[in-house]
């Protein structure tokens, strides 16, 4: 397997805070691997996020090394690595039509003009398996649903075909119904370009669906790593356990690695 970024020792400190987000953690992201990051609220999942893109705010205070083996150097912003947020109402331009902002990628990274990233932006909605999309790419985002917002979103994240796509949280703002659904597009899309996915959810179910590994953060700290069966299993960590459990309690499906 080929490693596509190293993280060693990562520290990140934001501004005026009073304790590290992130604490000395290390990991290796595997070249075609969906890695799934989960932990609860406040444990450091947005900021590894954040660092592995580049995307940290200004005047944050980072220590330690992040490498990329699997690149031939340091990631372009927005070509090697396409972000996903939680919310795709505020990573859209209200005042762009979709076609626009889906094509900007491709236009800027792969030298497409005006006519041929339209074009490019149509086929892409097209892969995202939105209706009609010659209509949808002449569309505002306000007027479509949530659900056809992130397919959008995650459209234009792969636009500049990165190798590496984050998609943080990107369906807990949606219902049930369209989670599965957008988290199957992710799978689908990861596995037909060959791309990483590193999947950001605090949702054991929904990451144990579809992630090669899983990353347990608790407090800043990798708590757990390890095949998903495994950690979701036999867990090690005391706080994976407690993920385990608080799922069981709420009696969902059946996660992977558990008796039926
Ligand atoms: N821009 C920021 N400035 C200062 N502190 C921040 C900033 N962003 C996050 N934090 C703090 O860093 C810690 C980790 O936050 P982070 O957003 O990475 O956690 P998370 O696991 O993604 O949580 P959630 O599940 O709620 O999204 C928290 O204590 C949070 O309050
Ligand atoms: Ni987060």
Known sequence: MTTLAAIDG????????????????????????????????????STLARAIAGLLPEKTTIAGRLTWPGLDGAPRAGRDIGYV??????SLNP???????????ARRHLGLDRRAAVAEAVRLLARVHLPEPQRIARAYPHQLSGGQRQRVAIAAAIAARPRLLIADEVTSALDVLVQAAIVDLLVELVRADGMTLVFV?????????????????????????????????????????ALVAAHIDLSSPPLVGEAS
């Not at 947020?85 to 505020?90: A, H």
């Not at 005042?95 to 990628?105: A, K, S």
């Open 10 to 45: 990562l520290t990140v400190t934001y501004r005026r805070a009073p304790a590290p987000a992130l604490s000395g953690l290390s990991l290796d992201i595997e070249a075609g691997e969906i890695l799934a990051i989960i932990g609860e609220s406040g444990s450091g999942k």
């Open 85 to 90: 947020f939680q919310d795709p109402g505020s």
């Open 95 to 105: 005042v762009l039509t979709i076609g626009e902002q889906v094509g900007e990628g």
């Open 201 to 241: 959810t605090h949702d054991l179910a929904l990451a144990s669906g579809i992630a090669d590994r899983v990353a347990v953060m608790a407090e800043g700290r990798l708590v757990e790593l390890g095949p998903t069966a495994e950690v979701v299993g036999a867990p090690r960590a005391v706080e994976t356990a």
